[in-house]
């Protein structure tokens, strides 16, 4: 019988999150300075 | 700035505030549909992609990580091949376009850097391991905050543009030595699963979700660069307008 996978769940949400702060403040501060300069 | 602005003027199509205007909004279309597919990454690799049997779910940042890491790489090398035109063609366009994706290079790499030491806690047992890959990845990094530190602290936009465009080629040539590193080095990071010489060493189920991943990354890309390039666009156009 094969063993199970780790638990490590934690770490991949964990992940996702950094990720999607990262892209979403980046196109955040994108969209400020478009608006501004236009 | 305004001699920049003046031979620009005289050797391109003049800067029109309405066309950065567009361009922008254009970056903005394309970038709302990358961060759709980003987000249709997650839902296929959580809930439609197979779980690895030794790595467990921590295996799935591998489809943020590697497109991210694409990405970076991908703009780091536009920055330094469009530099090398730059110092050639004299185009103060192609020195905006590499400002663009230096900054997005930098925002990937940002990405890269952070989801790859979560990745390694539960698989390699550290955050962080100083080998040739991690550490030339972070050199690159800290090499294009240069970058964009140097082009803020010139105010001169000839001079900003030659010496950040020495400084883009200079980033070039370490990516070829980033790719290549787990070859040369010994090292705990993975050897590549995709780019490589031989076929993908990957299940077709996990090959899908990446390929899928990376060019939703890749068009996050492109919008990110567009949106950029416009900005600058704009910033030229406004400041012509305001030396006329």
Redesign the interface.
Known sequence: M??E?????G??V???I???V???G??LS??R??RR?? | MTSSLEHQAASHAPLSLDAARRVIRRGFAITAIALLGVAATYVVAIGFTPVEAHQGLAQKIFYVHVPAAWGALMAFSLVGIVSALYLWLADPRLDLFAAASAEVGVAFSAVMLTTGPIWAKPIWGTWWTWDARLTLTLFLFFLFVGYLALRAALHDPQERARFSAVVGIMGLLLVPFIHLSVYLFRTLHPQPVVLKPSAPSLPWEMLRTLLFSTAAFTLLYVGFVTVRYGLALAAEAKALRDAG
């Open positions: 094969p063993a996978p780790p638990a490590n769940g770490y991949l964990a992940a996702y950094v990720a999607a990262i892209l979403l980046y196109a994108l969209w300075r478009a300069m236009l």
